[in-house]
């Protein structure tokens, strides 16, 4: 670096704080306050308005003046020429604490400075010691040495009469980050122990001490500011890489496109931080090479020329720039980002057609189907409202036979059949349809005479159907015409005109096969009698269906309907009704009413006139007839009794016809024994009514049955479960043969088997007191926690009670014991007491240890017992 010279900077560019030598020159003039942090000494009391201190700018040449503001207007005013007044009367208590901050603003660039501006009192300004005030150390930042660097000597006016020690604290001294500063303690001299780096810490805040050897604080700590001045070490950032911005097609220049943003960690208040944005390159340069600009403040992109047509250039590449130091070319650093700029479609191309005539055919009589397709073309962008077409019929179908739906996918206009076309009322259609688009055109944009189109349409004529007329034809006529008699002629007619065909004609539907029609001419016969009582005839109308086809390729048929209403006549006599009734023996009152049914209609029915025939003789003597009213007659007996059965009467009935009808008819009447009721109570009623006598005894008998067989099992049940509580009772698989009872009378083994001694049988009378159970004997179940429970023991002497009566003590002393178990168990009562009358088992030794022993005794115990003595009582052999 040149002599007098700070450290360079990366780029090896040097600012220098005086003229260089060698002749090289100044260095570039910065702008700016002249010192970034002012001290000014107040007095105790300012008075309004009294000027305070001048703060000097170094403007640079700058053409217009220096605008500066004060944070504190209510106190303090600052005029154009950088003065500052006390705005109100201050006194020392009511100065601010924190440093004012005076702005400097170009009007011309925006461009800002800020400096700090701290208020001392006089008051302790004079106390303060001269030497002892550090004013702020302004150091760089990214300094290369060497280090430690000195900044500042400290000195105290204390040390010229004794040994005084320095020492500073703070963060970067003593705290983190800690070794940053270094003070020699002797001499006071304060020195930077590395390189500073302003973009982590701007500014250092110490406090400087003074004490003797002894370590008394011989002057008060002072503050020690050192600000760390940025060096231009950062380039630009910009905050995305690729920018993406879109502006609308045929934008008006001055039209707003999209902001790029870049930051600099330098010091914006500095030029190493001011930022400049410029354009580098467009791609493509159509229609011109400056199609976009930048503020190169703000970084807002603007188009200044026309023609943005996304037709023709859909997209702008832009690399743009951003560069320190103001934008200057020779000292700042810079850093470049793209930004992609698409051009957004506007319905500036309307649709046209890409022929003046579209041709298509139909046959006749068809709908839904797609006559022709209408293919446009359109430069705006596919698949938007600008793209998509919408066609309109503007002449040539004045019945809306046609209509023109778009196909979403190939935007095509499909020019559809909707209404059936006849080819005998018009052979060709011309057609006329404008094509159009969803939205509207852009301003200024004309329909060229492209977007319209003829269509001409020519129709197939087709083999139509016959058609009757009318359809259904109504036919007025009396019932009872006679077979082959002429009805009408129901005749079909061919809508194909041009067409020379034959229609010929058949029966489809004839429920009743009363007609017949000519195939040649439609003339429609009878071939038997039509009833108007027929059950083919519903409300006197009776349909057939007839068919008609034409010999055309392929045949064509159709079908209508003759409806025949049928006027009624007098051709059916009336019957009574009803037709069987009852009566009883002794009636009361003795009469029965009855009607007529008639199937004719009025006046061809009712009133009625009834009348007894006059055979046989009997029905006038026992009945008689009265009429009630034109339709009601009633029938009575004339006797007081009549025997019990059935009786026909006959009735003559005559309708009401212009030429009467008259017809005998039988009413069938069943005399019966009555109740108090009135109700028929013989048998032959009860059997109508009910079931027979038969079948209600063998229902009896079923449930005599069932009700025997459910008691033989209950009683079943009942035996088995008395042998099984029996068994339970007299045998235990865990008891010793000794403990049970057995029966040996299975076999019958003679008068000898039976004579056995009851008294083993017999309880005890006595116990004996080494007979009690010992106490380490207890049943299974028992629990060993608990005293033994005094059961009742056997005695040796016979006792006259039975075996029950033990059973019931052993019962309930098993009912007290507290250690029985919770639930029903079978007692075993294994202990037999002292003194048996029974000899000891354990004589019964094997014959390889007992041989001397005797066994004859055996022999008296029966037949199952000789074996054992013959096996044990023989000799050794």
């Not at 075996?803 to 168990?825: C, M, Q, R, V």
Request: aromatic share 8%.
């Amino acid at each position: 670096h040149y002599p007098n010279c700070g450290p360079c900077y990366k780029n090896n560019r040097c600012f220098c704080t005086t003229i260089a030598a060698e002749g090289r020159g100044a260095p570039p003039c910065r702008p700016g306050f002249s010192e970034d942090v002012y001290k000014v000494v107040v007095p105790d009391i300012t008075e309004k308005g009294q000027p305070l201190f001048n703060v000097r700018f170094v403007s640079c040449g700058r053409g217009g003046l220096m605008q500066f503001e004060c944070s504190n207007p209510s106190d303090f005013r600052i005029e154009a020429n950088g003065v500052l007044y006390a705005a109100r009367t201050l006194q020392r208590s009511t100065l601010p604490v924190s440093p004012l901050l005076i702005t400097a603003s170009d009007a011309a660039t925006q461009q800002q400075w800020v400096a700090q501006v701290t208020l001392v009192p006089r008051h302790q300004l004079k106390r303060m010691k001269r030497d002892w005030v550090i004013p702020p150390i302004n150091v760089p930042e990214n300094s290369r040495g060497p280090f430690p660097q000195e900044l500042v000597r400290i000195r105290s006016d204390h040390d010229k009469n004794r040994s005084l020690r320095y020492s500073v604290t703070g963060p970067g001294a003593d705290q983190p980050p800690t070794g940053i500063f270094i003070i020699d303690p002797i001499s006071g001299e304060l020195s930077v122990n590395k390189p500073l780096d302003r973009e982590h810490i701007s500014s250092f805040h110490l406090r400087a001490h003074a004490v003797d050897l002894n370590g008394n604080q011989v002057e008060n700590p002072i503050d020690i500011v050192i600000n760390v001045i940025d060096m231009n070490d950062n380039r630009p950032e910009f905050t995305h890489q690729i920018w993406n911005g879109t502006v609308p097609e045929g934008s008006k220049p001055g039209s707003f496109v999209m902001t790029v943003t870049a930051v600099d960690k330098d010091d914006p208040k500095t030029a190493n931080g001011m930022l400049r944005y410029k354009i580098l390159s467009q791609n493509p340069e159509s229609p011109t090479s400056n199609m976009f600009t930048i503020n190169n403040k703000t970084g807002g992109i603007i188009t200044v020329a026309a023609g943005l047509d996304r037709e023709k250039v859909p997209q702008y590449t832009l690399i743009i720039q951003a560069s320190d130091m103001e934008g200057n070319p020779m000292y700042g650093l810079s850093n470049t980002a793209t930004a992609v700029i698409r051009v957004t479609d506007i319905n500036d191309n309307p649709p046209e057609f890409t022929a003046e005539t579209f041709f298509g055919e139909v046959p006749e009589n068809r709908v839904n189907v797609i006559v022709a397709n209408l293919t446009v073309t359109d430069k705006d962008q596919p698949n938007t409202p600008a793209w998509n077409a919408v066609y309109k019929i503007t002449g040539g179908d004045p019945t809306g036979r046609f209509s023109v739906p778009t196909d979403p996918t190939t935007n095509e206009g499909l020019v559809t059949v909707v209404k059936p076309i006849d080819y005998e009322t018009s052979r060709t259609y011309v057609l006329t349809v404008e094509a159009r688009n969803e939205v509207s055109l852009a301003k200024g944009i004309h329909t060229p005479r492209q977007s319209t189109a003829t269509v001409s349409i020519r129709v197939i004529d087709v083999n139509e159907s016959p058609y009757f007329e009318p359809n259904p034809k109504f036919v007025r006529l009396e019932e009872g015409m006679m077979p082959q008699s002429t009805l009408t002629t129901f005749s079909a007619q061919d809508p194909d005109r041009f067409m020379q065909q034959t229609i010929r004609y058949s029966k489809l539907s004839d429920p009743a096969n009363w007609l017949r029609i000519d195939t040649n001419t439609g003339r429609i016969t009878t071939i038997a009698i039509l009833d108007r009582e027929s059950p083919y005839v519903k409300n006197n109308l009776y349909n057939a269906t007839f068919l008609a086809t034409d010999n055309g390729i392929p045949p064509a048929s159709g079908t209508g309907t003759l409806q025949i209403f049928l006027l009624d006549i007098n051709d059916n006599a009336p019957r009574v009704s009803p037709q069987e009734v009852e009566i009883c023996e002794k009636p009361d009152p003795n009469a029965i009413n009855i009607t007529a049914f008639d199937g004719d209609l009025s006046p061809n029915a009712g009133p009625f006139a009834f009348e007894l025939a006059n055979r046989p003789v009997d029905v006038r003597r026992n009945w008689t007839i009265t009429r009630i009213s034109g339709d009601y007659a009633q029938v009575s007996l004339k006797i007081g009794f009549l025997e019990s059965g059935i009786y026909e009467i006959p009735i003559i009935i005559t309708d009401s016809g212009n030429l009467p009808m008259s017809n005998t008819s039988y009413l069938r009447i069943k005399v019966c024994q009555c109740d108090i009721n009135g109700d028929c109570t013989d048998q032959q009623h009860i059997m109508a009514a009910g079931l027979g006598t038969g079948a209600i005894i063998s229902i009896l008998l079923c449930i005599i049955i069932l009700l025997i067989l459910v008691l033989m099992f209950v009683v079943w049940m009942k035996r088995r479960d008395k042998e099984r509580q029996a068994k339970q009772l007299l045998i235990d698989p865990e008891d010793d043969v000794r403990d049970n009872i057995l029966k040996y009378d299975e076999e019958g083994g003679g008068e000898e088997d039976q004579d056995y001694d009851l008294s083993q049988l017999q309880q005890p009378d006595t116990i004996e007191p080494d007979a009690i159970k010992p106490v380490g004997i207890r049943r299974l179940d028992e629990r060993p926690l608990h005293p033994e429970p005094q059961y009742p023991m056997r005695s040796a002497a016979p006792h006259p009670g039975d075996i029950g009566d033990f059973i019931h003590e052993g019962l309930k002393a098993a009912d007290n014991d507290p250690t029985a178990p919770p639930y029903d168990s079978l007692l075993v009562f294994d202990y037999e007491g002292s003194g048996s009358t029974a000899g000891s088992l354990s004589s019964l030794n094997s014959s390889s240890s007992g041989g001397d022993q005797d066994y004859d005794y055996l022999n008296d115990w029966g037949p199952r017992f000789r074996k054992l003595a013959d096996m044990y009582g023989g000799s050794d052999d």
